[in-house]
Structures are given as structure tokens and as C-alpha cells.
């Protein structure tokens, strides 16, 4: 019920192309689908968020999709670049409620 | 840039020693966190913090202890470390506002021998 469920588990993707990460939830309580981004020797940091009210949340070449009915949410990296090689994290949270579930991370790596 | 600090950011010691993991944060959050981090892992809550005077033990079991007698400081103490206490240490805190967005620190690196 608490779990979130995130793949691939690592991710390597060419300069220019789309990377996608992919997180699935159970508890229908969740109500805030952040992401968050790793950088090696640094905590994590927000990247985008989405609340299910809407499908989709974009910022610059960042977009998050989300699927209300399938429980389900991916983070699209367009344009990637080697500069967005990281390790990337799903979450959930609810409102009110301040304990955010954390998936198993991606790592991703953009070659060159 | 958050301004969440963290000391020491890497820390070697022997089995048995007490230790205490430093965490600031200059925002006047209100509730802090310590999530313990293992490589290729999702982030585990091990202690959490409403406001001063305020601790509760997280989701994944924890033989660390924490306190918050001021605001902006929330250290977590080892008071025996063990080798299975090898890990990486996150804090994190977030305002009242936007409770759900989680500011992190750059982390503890901590190896026990």
C-alpha cells in the first residue's frame, strides 16, 4: 500500500534523445507526485511535481504524465543532455500528511 | 539552493564508538527529516521532527536517536556504531506551506569498521 514502484532501475539514453522513468503507486490517499534529482555527492532536489488533477506538468525539456485510473506516473526528459546524467527518484505524498514515499531511484546516464 | 547543512560529509570509525550526525537548516522549517540511503535504494525515513521539542522514529527501524531542542538543528546520535549502521545519512526539512516538498542536505557518508 505504501510502496512506490519505479523502472528502469538504471537507464542509459544518447545526447538529444527522450529518457523516461516510470513510477507506479497503491495508495489512492497520495495526492503529490514529486521528482527529484541526484547528483553524485549531493542530497536529492526537487525537479518537478504534479498533483492528479492534471495530466500533465511541463517545465522546459522536464514533463511529468500522469495516469489517475492506472496509478501511474513517468517523468519524460526531452533533449537529454549529458548534464541530466543522475540518479532520479519518484515520490508520493498526501496532503496534510508529511511522509513522502520514495521509489528505488533511476540511474541515468546520457552519453555523449 | 537549499540552505540545509551537513557535517561531517564522510565519517570512518571503529565498531562501538558513539557518533552524532550534524544537520542545520537556516529556512526556519518547522519539520525536519533523516532518511537513510543505501546505493541503488529508495530513501528510508528513520526519524522525523514537527517542530522543537518534537521527535517520532520513521518508517524503517533505527537504532540512532535524534533531538530538537532548537529550530533550525536536528542531530541524529549513534550511541554504539556498528557495521550495519554503514550508509548514507540524508536530512531534509520543509515549511508548513509547502509540506510536501522535502529540502535535502548533501548528506552523511558514514563507514563502520
Known amino acids: 500500500q505504501q510502496q512506490v514502484k519505479q523502472s528502469p532501475q538504471s537507464l542509459i539514453v544518447q545526447k538529444g534523445g527522450i529518457s523516461i522513468i516510470n513510477c507506479a503507486y497503491e495508495?489512492?490517499?497520495?495526492?503529490?507526485f514529486p521528482w527529484y534529482q541526484q547528483f553524485p555527492g549531493k542530497g536529492p532536489a526537487l525537479l518537478i511535481a504534479?498533483?492528479?488533477?492534471?495530466s500533465e506538468k511541463k517545465e522546459g525539456r522536464f514533463t511529468i504524465s500522469f495516469n489517475k485510473s492506472a496509478k501511474q506516473f513517468s517523468l519524460h526528459i526531452m533533449d537529454s543532455q549529458p548534464g541530466d546524467s543522475a540518479t532520479y527518484f519518484c515520490?508520493?505524498?498526501?496532503?496534510?500528511?508529511?511522509?513522502?514515499?520514495f521509489g528505488a531511484g533511476t540511474r541515468l546516464f546520457v552519453k555523449a | 539552493e537549499a540552505d540545509i547543512y551537513q557535517t561531517p560529509r564522510y565519517l570512518v570509525i571503529g565498531t562501538g564508538k558513539k557518533i552524532t550526525l550534524e544537520c542545520s537548516q537556516t529556512?526556519?522549517?518547522?519539520?525536519m527529516y533523516w532518511y537513510q540511503q543505501d546505493p541503488g535504494m529508495e530513501l528510508h525515513l528513520i526519524h522525523y521532527?514537527?517542530?522543537?521539542?518534537?521527535?517520532e522514529k520513521g518508517d524503517l527501524s533505527s537504532e540512532s536517536t535524534v533531538s530538537r531542542i532548537r529550530t533550525e538543528h536536528f542531530p541524529l546520535t549513534l550511541e554504539s556504531a556498528r557495521p550495519s549502521h554503514t550508509s548514507q545519512y540524508l536530512c531534509?526539512?520543509?515549511?508548513?506551506?509547502?509540506?510536501?516538498?522535502?529540502?535535502f542536505g548533501p548528506g552523511t557518508r558514514l563507514l563502520v569498521l
Open positions: 529556512m526556519g522549517h518547522d519539520k
Open positions: 515520490a508520493a505524498s498526501n496532503t496534510g500528511g508529511f511522509k513522502t514515499i
Open positions: 504534479i498533483r492528479p488533477d492534471v
Open positions: 531534509a526539512s520543509s515549511d508548513d506551506r509547502h509540506q510536501e516538498t522535502q529540502y
Open positions: 495508495n489512492t490517499a497520495f495526492d503529490y
Open positions: 521532527s514537527y517542530g522543537v521539542n518534537s521527535t
